[in-house]
Nanobody
Framework: VQLQASGGGLVQTGGSLRLSCAAS????????LGWFRQAPGKEREFVAG????????DYADSVKGRFTLSRDDAKNTLTLHMNSLKPEDTAVYFC??????????????????WGQGTEVTVSS
């Protein structure tokens, strides 16, 4: 499955953004899906993930209560609503898909398909 991430941009502290990930090539229903981010000079880290059937959603502690993840398999779209953004949320955000799993995973190596990344910058 090919993934295309979009929605990044520049926002002030406390602002909101909505990231979208669109799939093409094949449907991503029954895939575990996730968002990761990578800040300059840092390793890629898990942000949020959803199980293959949408029944389980996990968030990194750093974004709990601020970010909301949803999937729409009919539209082949994964959406990350980000509220109350902080400068430490600044990073390139990547969506990812795992065809083999069924539960969410925080490990990047579990995901075999990746989008190209969309940049989020939060100014202080």
């Amino acid at each position: 499955v090919q993934l295309q991430a979009s929605g990044g941009g520049l926002v002030q502290t406390g602002g909101s953004l909505r990231l979208s990930c669109a799939a093409s090539g094949r449907t991503f229903s029954e895939h575990v899906l996730g968002w990761f981010r990578q800040a300059p000079g840092k390793e890629r880290e898990f942000v949020a993930g959803v199980s293959w059937n949408g029944g389980e959603i996990d968030y990194a502690d750093s974004v709990k209560g601020r970010f909301t993840l949803s999937r729409d398999d009919a539209k082949n779209t994964l959406t990350l609503h980000m509220n109350s953004l902080k400068p430490e949320d600044t990073a390139v955000y990547f969506c990812a898909a795992d065809a083999a799993g069924w539960r969410t995973s925080t490990r990047a190596e579990e995901y075999e398909s990746w989008g190209q990344g969309t940049e989020v910058t939060v100014s202080s």
